[in-house]
C-alpha cells in the first residue's frame, strides 16, 4: 500500500454498486421492449410513471448509501472498516435500542437486498412478479418508517428522509392495485386478491 493511499473504510462496493445498476438497466430495457412488442402486455402511463419513481428510489437508495457494503458486513461476508462499523454501531445504538430488535443493523441492512430486488421485478412482464415487487415496495416504504419513531426518540424529527420514503414507497405500491387487480381479473387469475389484502394486513399490522 503506497504511503498516501487512505486505509479502506469498509464503504467500498463499486462492483455491487455497477453489477445493481447493470442489472436494473437490462431489466427496464426488457420490460419496454417485450411490451412494445406484445400490446397484450402494454400498461397504462401511470403505471410506467409510478414504476420509474419506484425504480430510481430503489436503485438510488443502496448506491447513495453504501447500502451494499453495510450489508454485507453485518452479513458477516467482509467489508469491514470504520466506515461500515460506525454504520453498524450507530444502528444499533439508536434503532435497536428504541425499536428493541436484536441485530438491528442487519435486519437494517436488509433493505439494501430489497430495494434492488423492487426496481428490477416491477418490469418484468409477468404479473406474479409485479405482485412481489410491489408487494416488497410497500414493506420497504413501512420498514422506513421505522425510523420515525427513533429519529424522535433521538431528538432527530426534522429528518425528512424516513417521512419521504415511506411516502413514495407505500403510494407506488398501493397505486398498482388497481392495475394489478384488473390485469388479474382479465387473464382470469385469482392473484388479483394477493397485493390488496397483502399491503391491507401490511398497514394494519404497522
Same mark, same amino acid.
Given at each position: #500500500?503506497?504511503?498516501?493511499?487512505?486505509?479502506?473504510?469498509?464503504?467500498?462496493?463499486t462492483p455491487?454498486?455497477?453489477?445493481?445498476?447493470?442489472?436494473?438497466?437490462?431489466?427496464?430495457?426488457?420490460?419496454?421492449?417485450?411490451?412494445?412488442?406484445?400490446?397484450?402486455?402494454?400498461?397504462? &402511463?401511470?403505471?410506467? &410513471?409510478?414504476?420509474?419513481?419506484?425504480?430510481?428510489?430503489?436503485?438510488l437508495?443502496? &448506491?447513495?448509501?453504501?447500502?451494499?457494503?453495510?450489508?454485507?458486513?453485518?452479513?458477516?461476508?467482509?467489508?469491514?472498516?470504520?466506515?461500515?462499523?460506525?454504520?453498524?454501531?450507530?444502528?444499533?445504538?439508536?434503532?435497536? #435500542?428504541?425499536?428493541?430488535?436484536?441485530?438491528?443493523?442487519?435486519?437494517?441492512?436488509? #433493505?439494501?437486498?430489497?430495494?434492488?430486488l &423492487?426496481?428490477?421485478?416491477?418490469? #418484468?412482464? $409477468?404479473?406474479?412478479?409485479?405482485?412481489?415487487?410491489?408487494?416488497?415496495?410497500c414493506?420497504?416504504?413501512?420498514?422506513m418508517?421505522?425510523?420515525?419513531?427513533?429519529?424522535?426518540?433521538?431528538?432527530?424529527?426534522?429528518?425528512?428522509?424516513?417521512w419521504?420514503?415511506?411516502?413514495?414507497?407505500?403510494? $407506488?405500491?398501493?397505486?398498482?392495485?388497481p392495475?394489478?387487480?384488473?390485469? $388479474?381479473?382479465?387473464?382470469?387469475?385469482? $392473484?388479483?386478491?394477493?397485493?390488496?389484502?397483502?399491503?391491507?394486513?401490511?398497514?394494519?399490522?404497522?
Open positions: #500500500m503506497e504511503a498516501n493511499s487512505a486505509p479502506p473504510s469498509g464503504h467500498e462496493q455491487a454498486a455497477l453489477i445493481s445498476l447493470s442489472v436494473t438497466v437490462a431489466a427496464v430495457v426488457y420490460g419496454c421492449i417485450y411490451r412494445q412488442q406484445y400490446p397484450e402486455y402494454q400498461q397504462s &402511463v401511470y403505471v410506467y &410513471v409510478v414504476t420509474g419513481i419506484q425504480t430510481l428510489l430503489a436503485t437508495l443502496p &448506491v447513495a448509501y453504501p447500502g451494499f457494503a453495510c450489508f454485507a458486513y453485518t452479513a458477516g461476508l467482509g467489508s469491514d472498516g470504520p466506515g461500515t462499523r460506525f454504520e453498524s454501531f450507530y444502528i444499533e445504538t439508536t434503532m435497536g #435500542m428504541v425499536l428493541g430488535i436484536p441485530r438491528m443493523a442487519f435486519v437494517d441492512h436488509l #433493505m439494501f437486498v430489497l430495494a434492488p &423492487v426496481s428490477v421485478l416491477a418490469w #418484468m412482464p $409477468c404479473l406474479p412478479c409485479q405482485i412481489v415487487a410491489s408487494a416488497l415496495a414493506l420497504c416504504g413501512l420498514y418508517g421505522l425510523w420515525i419513531p427513533t429519529n424522535t426518540a433521538t431528538n432527530n424529527s426534522a429528518d425528512p428522509a424516513p419521504i420514503m415511506l411516502a413514495v414507497f407505500s403510494a $407506488c405500491s398501493l397505486a398498482r392495485v392495475d394489478i387487480t384488473a390485469s $388479474c381479473t382479465a387473464s382470469g387469475r385469482w $392473484c388479483g386478491v394477493v397485493l390488496p389484502a397483502f399491503d391491507a394486513a401490511a398497514g394494519v399490522l404497522a
